[in-house]
């Protein structure tokens, strides 16, 4: 008796849900087009040199995006990412230059990796805080994370007085070299940012698909009460979606500043409303409960391609925001008529089995 | 049926009827409402009174049918469109702001303004207090609506739509909250309208206030309408048999197991609210293993209030439980489902199901720990568990990986019961189990309740329906205003000491009779 109006449905239904597939791979769609069009438009765009550069450029905005993945899923929002990049930036370019001063004529130089998971645990700890905040003092997300977007930038200008740490070669006799391997180092000819991008993303996608914190996460985006009353730890959740917000952020500080050897203040301004936008372009639903880290993925490099292929062609940096900006907006409009389509397809299949 | 002369038919539906996704809430109806005479309706929880309410209001639009105003074909796009042609409706859910005062809510929408286009506020202050002083609320119309007691903010809602000066006044359970002095409060106005020849539907669950005021009556059952009388030559006895049917419930019926130790015990559990008195007052009851306790009591109640302090909802909640004896320390929610409690609550949307994911996903949401080998869930294991509780509570779905909310009524309050059931409970809570669902499904839930029992579960259910409570339980516990006010067992539980244990404290006064003679 369940099975017969399923087969019913599907010739009558066909036509929509071929509408529908189109429109779920809707990102994918866009990013081939956006490949297509800039190998024809701009020269030397196929060109491995350049993909290369490219996939850096994305990996930076697609970390930054992950994170904010998770956050909006769960029906929030992370503004302080950019200045937790700046200020995560900060820690590991006065760590490697200054080390820690012990007050007591010594001073503690960490190696590399040390002052990369101090660095991490910093991005973490201010994750943390995000969460604390929006969990047990019940701000707003919006608010909490607006707030701790301006004490995080302030404390990475103080850190420094609002100068740049420059040359963070280390000395070998210290034991801090090696700090650019992050930014510069290959592996198998790829940057080790996208080996550290495609381990992270994989573990993300990992994570939201295969493990009870993954499925947590959507069940407090799509009802926060019914996921309490089914025992969900909901406090719990939120505190982990933050943290890992921060985490992400703090790898994408220590990339910059090991790419450029230095560490600027102001890094990573507005780089909160590009994570928003891949996360939204790759169908993550601001209202909660829907996303995937593929499909961030995907929004990420559509974003990122679309500002580098559009530079590689000389357009102007102020139309490029304007297309940024259309793109954005196109794509949820598409989203909502998914919606819509969705649930008349869904309907009419309801109709059909009685 | 006869028609009396000054009693003229105001509005007319014909064969309207109203599909929602998954149900159909009301099956070709044809009603008349009079001029000058209190147009009763009633019917079960679920009939489709209230969708039949808010498409005379405007709220829903019919998918099929007519409507005439006066002879006159009409559609009403929007409950502002209904309030222009003079039709009012006082919502079951009460519709008002809390952060505005009682005036401005009153004269929502209807701002009396000045030369300026400015609020007259003092005007609608001064307005305001009189339609309040008609219901001799002794609400002051300047302090907010959100620090009014339930009962208060329904004598507002009243206020309101009494203002809108309608032909066709429609209330929707009005009295559900109000005190018996309020009620009869109430009843003066009513009469009052009617005087001046409105037309007032009025829908309640209570039969006695139905008979009590009502002129005309029309019974919906599963969204037909099964019978249309005048009040007059109608009693108890009909009325329940349109609004049951000739087929009486299909109660599954005991199978006489007898229940066995003591599995919970709530005592002395408290509960205060935010507006001050206790919503739940010391109680303490218990429960067996295999035996299924009925909790009766009317909206308002403190019936779901005790469930969410037992799941450990409420961090100001006092009192203990017990679990087989042994004292549940844990006080968060995460715990006690695992030490063997499960809710299923009143609020399938809100609280029961997370919509916009599966089936299956919803299944399982309760007990992934089950699943889990690390920190991997495994997909047979939890496979395996959605097809087998789909296949034992008979849920109607082609696939599980289908969105929930595709599903009908019935159906999604399965899954919520599937899903606490997947927690291994000892212990089951059941808010209003067939609330919105349809006549096949409720069979199906009832059954399902006592095999449970049989397996040795302990069942707490609450309900505000006579007939389900005195059907299903081994035991009553009746609640009003928050306090346990009888327990009974089934063989000495009658209706009337049901009732009159419901309304000890608050309630219109339990004997008919003598306000009969007021």
Not at chain 1, 201 to 213: E, G, I, R, S, V
Request: charged share 20%; hydrophobic share 50%; proline share 2%.
């Amino acid at each position: 008796m369940t099975d017969i109006p399923a087969k019913a449905a599907v010739p009558s239904a066909a036509s929509g849900s071929l509408l529908l597939t189109l429109m779920k791979a809707r990102t994918f769609i866009a990013l081939i087009a956006v490949l297509i069009f800039f190998s024809i438009a701009a020269p030397n765009f196929l060109s491995t040199a350049n993909l290369i550069l490219m996939s850096k450029h994305v990996a930076l905005n697609a970390f930054l995006a992950m994170g904010m993945t998770f956050v909006i899923i769960t029906g929030g929002i992370d503004l302080s990412v950019g200045s937790i990049v700046g200020l995560c930036g900060m820690v590991a370019g006065y760590l490697v230059l200054n080390g820690i001063d012990l007050q007591i004529g010594y001073t503690i130089y960490f190696n590399v990796v040390e002052i990369a998971l101090i660095t991490l645990a910093v991005g973490i700890l201010i994750g943390a805080v995000n969460g604390l905040l929006i969990t047990r003092l019940n701000v707003a997300p919006f608010i909490a994370t607006l707030g701790v977007l301006y004490v995080a930038r302030g404390l990475a200008l103080l850190s420094s007085d609002g100068r740049t740490f420059p040359n963070l070669v280390g000395k070998s006799e210290l034991g801090t070299t090696g700090f650019g391997f992050l930014g510069a180092g290959r592996l198998l000819g790829l940057p080790v940012a996208i080996w550290i991008l495609i381990v992270v993303a994989l573990a993300a996608a990992y994570l939201a698909k295969y493990t009870p914190l993954g499925r947590h996460i959507f069940a407090v985006g799509g009802n926060e009460r019914a996921s309490r009353i089914s025992g969900v730890r909901v406090n719990m959740v939120k505190m982990f979606v933050y943290m890992f917000s921060g985490f992400c952020a703090a790898i994408v500080g220590l990339i910059i500043s090991s790419e450029l050897m230095a560490s600027h203040p102001a890094t990573g301004e507005s780089f909160e409303l590009n994570a928003i936008a891949a996360a939204v372009l790759g169908g993550t639903s601001m209202s909660g409960g829907r996303g995937t880290i593929g499909g961030t993925i995907v929004g990420a490099f559509v974003i990122g391609i679309l500002s580098d292929g559009l530079v590689m062609m000389g357009v102007s940096s102020f139309w490029q925001m304007v297309i940024k900006g259309l793109v954005i907006i196109v794509a949820v409009v598409v989203d909502q008529a998914q919606r819509r389509l969705q649930s008349r397809v869904t309907l009419m299949q309801m109709a059909k089995a009685g | 049926m006869s028609t009396v002369a000054n009693h003229d038919v105001i509005l007319k539906l014909e064969d309207v009827s109203k599909v929602y996704s998954g149900t159909v809430a009301v099956k070709r109806a044809n009603f008349e409402v009079r001029k000058g005479a209190v147009n009763v309706l009633v019917g079960e929880n679920g009939a489709g009174k209230s969708t039949l309410m808010k498409i005379i209001a405007g709220v829903e639009q019919p998918t099929a049918g007519r409507i005439l105003l006066e002879g006159e074909d009409v559609s009403f796009a929007s409950s502002g469109d209904a309030v222009n042609r003079g039709i009012g409706m006082v919502f079951q859910e009460l519709n008002l702001f809390g952060n505005l005062t009682v005036a401005e809510n009153i004269f929502a929408t209807r701002e009396i303004t000045n030369r300026f286009r400015k609020i007259d506020r003092k005007e609608q202050e001064r307005r305001a207090a009189q339609f309040l002083e008609r219901l001799q609320a002794g609400i002051r119309p300047d302090i907010l609506v959100e620090d009014l007691r339930i009962g208060q903010q329904q004598l507002v809602e009243i206020a309101k739509a009494v203002s809108l000066d309608a032909r066709i006044l429609i209330m929707d359970e009005p009295t559900s909250a109000l005190s018996a002095a309020e009620v009869e409060i109430l009843f003066k106005v009513i009469a009052d309208l009617k005087a001046r020849g409105v037309a007032i539907v009025y829908i309640s669950h209570r039969l006695e206030e139905l008979i009590r005021i009502g002129d005309y009556i029309t019974v919906l059952r599963d969204g037909h309408i099964t019978g249309q009388e005048e009040m007059k030559n109608v009693d108890t006895r009909w009325i329940v048999r349109q609004m049951i049917g000739s087929d009486a419930k299909d109660f599954a019926k005991a199978d006489g197991h007898v229940p066995g130790e003591e599995i919970f015990r709530a005592e002395d559990i408290c509960l205060s609210r935010a507006t001050g008195g206790l919503a739940v007052d010391h109680v303490s009851l218990s429960l067996r293993a295999g035996e299924i306790l009925g909790i009766y009591g009317l909206m308002g109640a403190g019936r779901s209030e005790l469930f969410d302090c037992i799941m450990g909802r409420h961090g100001r909640a006092t009192g203990t439980i017990f679990i087989a004896g042994k004292r549940v320390k844990e006080r968060d929610t995460t715990r006690r489902i695992r030490r063997g409690l499960a809710l299923i609550p009143e609020d399938r949307q809100r609280e029961g199901l997370v919509s916009i994911l599966s089936v299956a996903s919803n299944l399982t949401l309760a007990s992934l720990s089950r699943f889990v080998r690390l920190f991997h869930i495994r997909g047979g294991p939890e496979r395996q568990a959605v097809v087998q509780m789909v296949r034992e509570l008979a849920i109607k779905v082609a696939d599980p990986a289908q969105e929930v909310s595709s599903l009908s009524g019935g159906n999604q309050q399965k899954v919520v019961i599937g899903k606490a059931l997947l927690t291994g409970p000892k212990v089951l809570l059941m808010d209003e189990p067939s609330r919105g669902i349809d006549v096949g499904a409720k069979a199906d839930v009832f059954r399902t309740m006592r095999k449970l029992s049989r397996d040795g579960l302990g069942i707490l259910f609450a309900t505000s329906d006579l007939d389900e409570v005195m059907a299903l339980s081994d035991r009553i516990a009746v609640m009003s205003n928050g306090k346990l006010t009888g327990m009974f067992d089934r063989a000495e539980a009658t209706e009337a000491v049901l009732v009159a244990a419901s309304a000890l404290g608050h309630g219109p006064a339990p004997h008919t009779e003598n306000t009969a003679h007021d």
